[in-house]
């Protein structure tokens, strides 16, 4: 696909793969939400969330899929709604979503907020057995305030959530998401914070069912081939485990031969996007001494407004906004007394990334990673942190601000 025009690379993936199946039962859903806010003159983001899957068979039984839960857009969605914004939440089906995400998965199951309260029988109960679920008593207030804000979204249909799972799903929902968001203008914002596979199976290589790991006798290959099935497995195409009894005769790795997904990038900014609006997307990196450094040549590739940068290991606590204009690069962090604890974070790892771009730039580099792990003594404040979001939703509030005033 290298000498394609990024328009005939969009006709070749769009004609090569079917619609989702709930393509246009979001579309329609989508249009009324949009007419509804376009009539109020109101700003509407677009907020991509969670992975995309790549299936190794048509009939898919086994994917290929990766590490992120959903949480930046999860949370990202309240603080827009928050400043009053309304969100459309394109989210891989079943990863954490707004104000439920509170209460949901593993780390925080909702059960855990709740109790059995006692209830005497002249309460008019069935007895004290039977006392009513609530929600415990230090869970209250922070539960009101989630939930408040849940009902308000809800009640002034300013959330619209809509799943996907492949990465085929999430191309083409994008795609029709951002050509039905024209008539927004200016008032539209693109925050695609979607981990989007790079690399996937296309559909003219895909068997039709699932890869086999063992031998299939001869017997049920003959009758195959003698009802006529086009997709009579040929033994070249078979896969023979490693821990059979007997060992495999014809023993054969799984090798998977993946071809790059199109960038869609350069098509939303130049072609499916509103005129006028705002496009954001994100850049994760593991390397600090790259993250910088691919974050600007995304920019200068794709020529939208701001990539966010972000590193596996600190993204709770650190993003950096790359911008065509000066000040270019700036870093956003949350005070380190305000870090809320991570499983997967390295709170060492703080602030490396601006040091090696310090380095690079010839400068000093005196600027010594600021941070160190949390002492047990500071799991308090932990409990108390703050999200990232907080600081960035907030920013780009205001440039995406600024862009609607100097097109007035
Ligand atoms: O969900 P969490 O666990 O909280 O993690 C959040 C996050 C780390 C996933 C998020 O903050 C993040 O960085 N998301 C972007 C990951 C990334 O590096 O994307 P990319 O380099 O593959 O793509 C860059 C941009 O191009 C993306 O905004 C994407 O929407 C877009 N893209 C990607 C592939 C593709 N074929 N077409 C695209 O348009």
Redesign the pocket.
């Known amino acids: 696909m290298g000498e394609m025009s990024p328009a005939q690379a969009e006709s070749m993936y769009f004609n090569n793969y079917p619609p989702p199946k709930a393509l246009q039962k979001h579309e329609s859903l989508a249009r009324a939400f949009i007419d509804y806010h376009v009539e109020a003159n109101r700003r509407l983001v677009l907020v991509?969330?969670?992975?995309t899957t790549v299936p190794l068979e048509n009939q898919t039984v086994r994917f290929i899929d990766?590490?992120?839960?959903?949480?930046?857009?999860?949370?990202s969605a309240e603080y827009f709604l928050q400043a009053g914004y309304a969100v459309i939440f394109l989210h891989r089906q079943f990863?954490?979503l707004p104000y439920s995400r509170h209460y949901s998965h593993s780390t925080n199951c909702f059960l855990d907020f709740m109790d059995e309260a006692t209830c005497s029988s002249s309460a008019g109960g069935e007895g004290p057995n039977h006392g009513p679920i609530v929600v415990r008593d230090e869970y209250q207030d922070e539960m009101r305030d989630v939930l408040r804000q849940y009902r308000y979204a809800k009640k002034n249909n300013l959330l619209l959530l809509l799943p996907f799972t492949t990465?085929s799903e999430?191309?083409f929902e994008?795609r029709s998401l951002a050509q039905l968001m024209r008539p927004l203008g200016p008032n539209a914002l693109f925050y695609?914070?979607?981990?989007?596979?790079?690399f996937f199976i296309p559909r003219d290589r895909m068997v039709e069912h699932k890869i086999q790991s063992s031998e299939i006798p001869d017997s049920v290959r003959q009758q195959q081939q003698q009802q006529g099935q086009e997709d009579a497995i040929d033994p070249a195409d078979v896969y023979t485990g490693e821990n059979e009894a007997q060992p495999p005769t014809n023993s054969k790795k799984l090798i998977i031969d993946l071809d790059?997904?199109?960038?869609?990038?350069?098509?939303?900014v130049d072609g499916w996007a509103p005129d006028g609006s705002m496009i954001?997307?994100?850049?994760?990196?593991t390397d600090p001494g790259i993250l910088v450094y691919?974050a600007r040549t995304?920019l200068q590739r794709?020529s939208h407004h701001l990539?966010?940068?972000?590193l596996?290991s600190t993204?709770?606590w650190e993003?950096v906004f790359v911008t065509p204009d000066p000040p270019h690069e700036r870093w956003i962090r949350v005070p380190k007394s305000k870090r809320s604890k991570s499983i997967?974070g390295v709170e060492d790892q703080v602030g490396l990334a601006e040091h090696s771009r310090q380095l690079a730039a010839g400068g000093g580099g005196d600027q010594a990673n600021e941070s160190r792990p949390l002492a047990a003594d500071e799991s308090e404040l932990s409990r108390n942190g703050i999200e990232i979001e907080s600081l960035i939703i907030p920013e780009l509030i205001k440039m995406h601000s600024q862009m609607i005033k100097a097109r007035t």
């Open positions: 991509t969330s969670g992975g990766n590490f992120s839960a959903g949480t930046r857009g999860a949370t990863s954490l990465v999430y191309l994008l695609l914070a979607a981990a989007v596979s790079d790059p997904v199109p960038k869609f990038l350069h098509r939303l954001v997307s994100f850049k994760l990196e691919k995304a794709y990539v966010i940068g972000n596996l993204r709770k993003v997967s």
